[in-house]
Nanobody, 123 residues
């Protein structure tokens, strides 16, 4: 059974950094794009960033461009989200997602989803 498991969430101060990891197990992910979305309390789910299978294409949400970086290691079936220059408005539950098409991730229609990890940024 396909499963995505996030780790690395926690609390950081504004201006600090955190790195999230996503481990993909139990399924076939060859060719899949992977990415991250987030949802703050009382808010709609928001696209954060995504990366193609080969790593040659990336996309980012406007709120995180220049601060967050998505990467992956296909040998480990893993994806990462490096978050720098954190702001209190980055506080949210962050979800890892995987899908055959990179374009499905910004739309929030990914095939597989993790259960999320909480990131809290204090001012």
């Amino acid at each position: 059974q396909a499963q995505l498991v996030e780790s690395g969430g926690g609390t950081a101060q504004a201006g600090g950094s955190l790195r999230l990891s996503c481990a993909a197990t139990g399924g076939t992910y060859n060719g899949y794009a992977m990415g991250w979305l987030r949802q703050a309390p009382g808010m709609e789910r928001e696209f954060v960033g995504a990366i193609s299978w080969g790593g040659g294409r990336t996309r980012y949400g406007d709120a995180v461009k220049g601060r967050f970086t998505v990467s992956r290691d296909n040998a480990k079936y893993a994806a990462y989200l490096q978050m720098d220059s954190l702001k209190p408005e980055d506080t949210a539950v962050y979800y890892c997602a995987a899908s055959p098409s990179l374009g499905e991730l910004p739309q929030g229609t990914a095939k597989y989803w993790g259960k999320g990890t909480l990131v809290t940024v204090s001012s």
